[in-house]
């Protein structure tokens, strides 16, 4: 990263934190894009620019692309495998400042309802980041579904054990949780 690229992600993550505190202390609902910007000290020109959408002040993070690099990275065997794998290291990656913002992010998807509509399409951008990881540009029509239809089983129980740890205050292992739902998913699949 030069300077200019660490600026604006500093930039984003002290806007991104002010408007988590300022959402779970104040309310979502009830907190400004103003509110945010004079929180973080910058004009609401630059929390848009950062962050196009309310919801983005929530929802934005840098997952995408540091699990699909850990899903190519991973070694040849069953897709679930492959794909759980990665989502465990990216879960269990975290410092505990991160996760603890994670935590905080976590329960207002789950407490606000056009936070919760809006992480659907987070979910297809996640899986999409996995089929490009995994096919390439242009993969065969039912490589693609396969693998597609993969991601989504395990983002959704990934998804499972978010909310699991975010009711249980962060308590426990992230990465043993979604190592647990995945393992529930998949083994429960391979008996019948």
């Not at 509110?35 to 959408?53: C, I, N």
């Not at 693609?144 to 740890?165: S, Y």
Request: charge should be negative; glycine fraction near 6%; charged fraction near 25%.
């Amino acid at each position: 990263m030069n300077l200019r690229d660490r600026q604006r992600a500093e930039t984003r993550l002290a806007i991104q934190t002010h408007a988590i505190r300022l959402f779970s202390d104040v309310g979502y609902d009830a907190t400004t894009v103003n509110d945010v910007a004079a929180a973080a000290g910058v004009s609401a020109m630059t929390v848009y620019r950062h962050f196009p959408t309310k919801e983005d002040l929530v929802l934005y993070d840098e997952y995408d692309p540091l699990t699909a690099s850990a899903v190519a990275a991973q070694p040849a065997g069953p897709l679930p495998s492959r794909i759980g794998r990665a989502l465990e290291e990216t879960a269990a990656s975290g410092s505990l400042s991160e996760k603890a913002f994670l935590l905080a992010r976590l329960r207002l998807m789950i407490s606000v309802p056009s936070l919760r509509a809006r992480h659907l399409d987070s979910q297809y951008a996640t899986t999409d980041a996995i089929v490009l990881a995994l096919c390439g540009s242009s993969p065969e029509p039912e490589e693609e579904f396969r693998v597609r239809a993969t991601a989504m089983a395990c983002l959704g129980a990934a998804h499972v054990a978010l909310i699991r740890w975010a009711e249980t205050d962060g308590e426990g292992d992230l990465a043993g949780l979604i190592r647990q739902a995945l393992d529930s998913v998949f083994r429960e699949t391979k008996s019948t």
